[in-house]
Structures are given as C-alpha cells and as structure tokens.
C-alpha cells in the first residue's frame, strides 16, 4: 500500500509539478490519455477530439519507452492497453540525415502495456535488440531506396557499408503504436482506440 502511494504521488507530481509541456494530452470522446514524460514536436496537433484513431509526432529526442499513461474516463472500464513499434532506416551525415520511413520497416508484435493501478499504466521498452530489427535486404535496395526518396548525394554516402547497420546507416524505431481497449460500464460495448506517434530519427 506504501508503494502504491509513493506512485500515485510520483504520477501526480510528474503530471502538475514537473511540466505541463512534457506531456501529450490525446482526447477521444468520453476518454482522454495523458502520456507522461513524452511531449509532441507541434501541440496543436493534438488540440482537436478524435474519433478512434490519432497520429502525431514526438519532439525531437523524445522516447515513448517507458512513459507512464494515464486514462481518464467516467464511460469506460476494463481498460487495457496494447504497444508494438515499427523500425526503419535512417542515414546520418553529422546534423542532417535521410530517413527511410516510406519504404520497409520491421512491425512488432501486439505487447500488453504493464497496468500500474485501473487506469494508469507505464509502457515495456524494448530490449534484446528488438528495435533494431529490420527485414533482410541487400545493400543495393537500400542505396536505391536512399536515392530515390533522399537524393544522390545520400546513396553516395552509404555506397561503402557491408550492412545497414554501418555508419553512417542505422536502423531505429520509426514509429510506436498504442491500441487502447475499454468497455462501456452500461452497455458492455467495447471499444477501441489507436495512437500512432511518429519518431524523429537520427537524433
């Protein structure tokens, strides 16, 4: 009980104390998600209520792995939620880089998010090198893909690497995925929401 306690407060003290602006606040109608510790790149992307699905991109640098979310709803209970992550290539050259995102991508599992307390849940990371995972190509796909959606001087720069993951290519997750599943307390009617927050990479 102490614990818990000591993590409500913590939640709390994230949420009022800490920083407003390190905070993404998502609002479906009769549910808001409040992710903790992650702020996105352009606030009024989320200033709007949204049906069942949202995509947004996170600030530069920021990170959904091992954020705290709260749920706030009067409409809904048996709340779960569910995480996977998309990995892409992305080609640096010092400040400047080249990101593969429409192109292959490696697409995790479904990953139950751990719950805290009902509503408030603190999201896995991702170890064992799962984010680094990608489909197995040949170098020359990916110069031909960086030459076409960079340019060529960006298929110059990696015409010399033996694997995608020599410098200066990498591969890092491109995008998180949240999948939100509740039930309305009268009706029993589950629903379900999606969040897709779309990564800066090569940061």
């Given at each position: ?77 048996d709340i779960e939620i569910h995480q996977a992550i998309e990995t892409s290539v992305t080609i640096m050259n010092e400040g400047s880089h080249c990101d593969l995102t429409n192109w292959k991508h490696y697409t995790s599992d479904w990953r139950k998010v751990k719950t805290l307390t009902s509503n408030t849940f603190q999201v896995n990371s991702y170890q ?76």
């Open positions: 009980m102490r614990q818990l306690t000591i993590l409500l407060t913590l939640i709390t003290y994230w949420t009022t104390v800490y920083s407003q602006d390190s905070v993404s606040v998502i609002k479906f109608k009769d549910i808001t998600v409040e992710i903790i510790s992650l702020a996105p790149i352009d606030k009024n992307e989320l200033k709007t209520v949204f049906t069942d699905k949202v995509e947004f991109t996170a600030d530069l640098g920021e990170t959904l792995e091992s954020s705290v979310i709260a749920i706030k709803t009067e409409k809904y209970e064992n090198g799962e984010s680094k995972q990608f489909p197995k190509v040949s170098i020359q796909k990916v110069i031909d893909a960086a030459q076409e959606q960079c340019g060529e001087e960006w298929a110059k720069y990696i015409k010399d690497i033996k694997s995608i993951y020599d410098y200066p290519c990498d591969i890092g997750v491109s995008r998180y995925f949240l999948k939100i599943k509740a039930m309305d307390k009268v009706s029993g009617e589950k629903i379900e929401k999606t969040i897709v927050i779309l990564i800066p990479m090569g940061c």
